[in-house]
């Protein structure tokens, strides 16, 4: 078995409507935004759950115990580079903005969505727009900040 680089294999789409996220079809995938293309190569970032812990030790113990409690999105957002022209994911990705953002890995960006494959999809309101500072040898930036209202599927397939 070989390890997968993950330069280039990861795809990313903005879905505004999805009827069932554990079940998105190829006709909703195809009305979606791409937004690889234009992203920074650290553009999805903070995409990782975290669960909360519950104390399950007793008044009578000498060892503190846990169980897995809730589990929550701190801080994901999507990076991108400015376009010129019209900009569409810069007017899409506006505060307040609802939609779904799904997200394909280790097969080639530039493949098509096909039936059966395994992607995550994330139910999020878009916070307001971050123009990131200029930097020196760098291109225009700007973030999306997100916010999970509801809960994702992490083990979504495309259907036909």
């Known amino acids: 078995m070989a390890d997968i680089i993950s330069d280039g294999m990861t795809r990313v789409a903005w ?7 554990g079940s998105v079809t190829l006709a909703e995938l195809s009305v979606g935004i791409l937004l690889h293309d234009t992203m920074t190569p650290t553009g ?7 669960t909360a812990a519950v104390a399950t030790g007793k008044f009578s113990s000498r060892f503190d115990t846990n169980k897995p409690g809730r589990v929550s999105y701190s ?21 307040g903005t609802v939609g779904f953002v799904v997200v394909r890995r280790s097969l080639a960006a530039e493949t098509a969505w096909a039936a059966t ?8 309101t878009c916070g307001e727009r971050i123009e990131l500072d200029p930097e020196p040898n760098t291109l225009e930036r700007w973030e999306s900040p997100l916010f999970v209202h509801s809960q994702p599927n992490l083990n979504a397939l495309v259907a036909a």
């Open 117 to 124: 494959q395994r992607i995550r999809v994330y139910p999020a």
């Open 15 to 21: 879905l505004a409507n999805i009827a069932n996220i």
């Open 44 to 50: 999805l970032a903070s995409f990782q759950p975290a």
């Open 75 to 95: 801080d994901p957002k999507l990076q991108f580079y400015r376009q010129d022209g019209v900009d569409t994911i810069w007017n899409t990705l506006a505060y």
